[in-house]
């Protein structure tokens, strides 16, 4: 029962449902108490520390993926680590801790690579993007961005993909190269046939219909 409800949630998330992971959430700490039981694995811990982003509450995220995956090492719970360290970067970028974010990633890429941890890669890649996009390393967070699309094409994960070139775009977008983003957001958005409610979906949309650079995020 845990597991299902932390993948719905996570689903839930991943979907920009912030009510409706935030209810999975609720349901699975119930579930956990209600059984006496500790639930220590990396993946509901990224799916918590994503909801509190998206909540607007940086900082609270931050420290809980901190506590999270000290516990988890404690415990040898280390499966999926990459995630859970990729979702402590995108905390820290949105609480304004670039450099902190990026030594994150860096550790989340190089456990992928000791492990052979491949399936969450693509939005390691894509943190790193933003991370170095808020250093105003534009040159190198462009050549992440495509690495990520790169990957998520190559293990046809198109969800990931799509975030992964609305980031490439936005960026082109904002260095005045839009001529390069509308074929990139063309291309991916003719090859999805479901998720149409999806704030990825809807972000790739606005970036392609839009005559004006949208706002920063």
């Known amino acids: ?80 680590s990459s995630i859970s360290l990729t979702a402590l970067a995108e905390a820290q970028l949105a609480a304004g801790h670039i450099e902190e974010g990026l030594a994150s ?34 040159q190198a967070a462009e050549k992440s961005f495509r690495s990520a699309v790169s990957e998520a094409a190559d293990l046809s994960l198109l969800a990931l993909e799509l975030r992964a070139i609305n980031d490439l775009a936005f960026l082109l977008i904002k260095q005045k190269r839009r001529p390069e983003a509308g074929p990139l957001l063309e291309g991916v958005l003719d090859r999805i046939s479901e998720g149409f409610a999806t704030s990825d979906y809807q972000e790739a949309q606005s970036l392609l219909s839009s005559r004006k650079l949208p706002a920063a995020r």
């Open 105 to 138: 990633i860096d550790e989340a890429m190089a456990y992928a690579d000791r492990v052979g941890e491949r399936i969450w890669r693509p939005e390691s890649m894509r943190i790193k993007g933003r991370l170095l996009s808020a250093q105003g390393a534009d």
């Open 1 to 80: 029962m845990a597991s299902a409800l932390h993948v719905s949630m996570y689903t839930a998330l991943f979907r920009g449902e912030t009510d409706e992971a935030q209810h999975f959430q609720d349901a699975l700490e119930q579930c956990l108490d209600r059984n006496e039981l500790e639930y220590i694995y990396m993946r509901p811990l990224a799916a918590r520390t994503g909801l509190l982003i998206m909540e607007g509450r940086p900082e609270q995220a931050v420290q809980v993926a901190r506590d999270g995956i000290a516990l988890a090492r404690e415990k040898q719970a280390l499966t999926y």
